[in-house]
């Protein structure tokens, strides 16, 4: 009995995982196990013998019991330090730095152009991307046969074979919201409505797609006066220095009388200073909207007038902020847009500063 304790309590001390344990608990005190077998021959004892063997075996057992139970919570426990010890974490540690994303500049200079706006009483209308034709040109004055059709560069959507329908296009211009909010608000209407226009063109002035924001004004006392005195104050607000502006005779379908607004810059060694010099860059196009337009739009034009521009804002982006391809604008390049962008919580106000 003593080899037989020596020989197990040893090899539990040694065993060094629980399959081992129950390899041992099997070997002593299983069904078959050497103590077990030891407890079967007490009945062939004497009983004198057998008052002397049978505790001191149920003695062996309960110590080889215990020393298993012992051992195996020894191993759990060795096995918890060991993780915890692989898995452990200093949460006292600085955290990692992680890179903040950044507001692109067409976002950013959407969101100034809407705050001077606002502040002048526009409020912002929008229109879907891809329009009708009637709305992208029809309902502006732009008839089927009409130069302007072919000159935008049109992008239109896919028919079915044997659909003879005018296909939608991808609008040309902001300006198809001016008749959509003509329709739902009536006269009078003070709203700008920035967004994306789609032309097929692509060199280093233009790409596909672009963005403009709509200006568009009607009353019953509207003049071409008030439409110099607001883009004046927008463009001297925007670039947060006196702008001076020249406006061009030109033609629209739309408007009438058009013009196109230069604004005062200078250039030097290839870079453009807004707002000094002689030179002179074309901003926007711009006019009093047209008798059939206001039309189109359900709104009398012996009532009503107004005046209506369309700013490229794109064009605008890269004079305030020095960006001198346009391409880079949609190249996605992430350094890009951290040298370019801007922090995502400066939302740019009139009292809390445009830029910062
Ligand atoms: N829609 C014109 C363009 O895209 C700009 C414009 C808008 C001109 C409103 C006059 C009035 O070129």
């Known amino acids: 009995m003593d080899d037989l304790r020596t020989k197990y309590i040893e090899a539990i001390a040694a065993a060094t995982d629980e399959a081992a344990l129950e390899e041992l608990r099997l070997q002593a005190v299983g069904k078959k196990g050497e103590v077990s077998l030891k407890m079967r021959e007490l009945g062939k004892m004497t009983p004198e013998e057998r008052q002397v063997a049978g505790p001191a075996l149920n003695a062996l057992k309960n110590e080889i019991n215990s020393a298993l139970a012992a051992k195996k919570a020894a191993l759990a426990d060795a096995a918890l330090d060991a993780r915890l010890a692989t898995e452990w974490l200093d949460v006292t540690l600085p955290a990692r730095n992680r890179r903040v994303g950044s507001i692109h500049p067409i976002s950013q200079v959407t969101e ?6 606002a502040d002048m009483g526009f409020a912002v209308a929008e229109g879907p991307q891809i329009e009708t034709d009637w709305y992208n040109f029809d309902a502006l004055n732009i008839p089927g ?17 044997g659909d003879e329908r005018p296909p939608h296009v991808l609008r040309t211009h902001t300006s198809p919201v001016q008749i959509r909010t003509m329709e739902k608000t009536g006269a009078p209407i003070r709203i700008i409505c920035p967004g994306r226009v789609y032309r097929a063109d692509y060199d280093q002035t233009h790409t596909p797609m672009f963005h403009q924001v709509e200006g568009l004004a009607l009353g019953k006392d509207i003049s071409m006066a008030n439409l110099k005195w607001v883009l004046e104050e927008f463009f001297t607000a925007f670039f947060g220095t006196e702008v001076k502006t020249r406006f061009r005779a030109s033609h629209f379908p739309f408007t009438e009388p058009s013009a196109e607004v230069d604004i005062q810059c200078s250039w030097e060694n290839g870079t453009v200073k807004v707002g000094e010099g002689d030179d002179w860059l074309e901003v926007l196009g711009s006019g009093m909207v047209h008798p059939k337009v206001l039309e189109a739009g359900g709104i009398d034009p012996q009532k009503y007038q107004g005046f209506a521009f369309g700013i490229g804002i794109d064009r605008l982006a890269m004079l305030k902020y020095g960006i001198p391809d346009l391409r880079a604008f949609f190249d996605s390049d992430l350094r890009w847009l951290r040298h370019y962008g801007f922090a995502s919580l400066d939302q740019p106000t009139l009292h809390g500063g445009l830029n910062r």
């Not at 046969?145 to 074979?161: G, L, Q, S, W």
């Open 145 to 161: 046969h009409h130069p302007a059709r072919a000159e935008m560069d049109t992008f239109y959507t896919h028919r079915a074979e």
């Open 112 to 117: 100034e152009v809407t705050a001077i706006f």
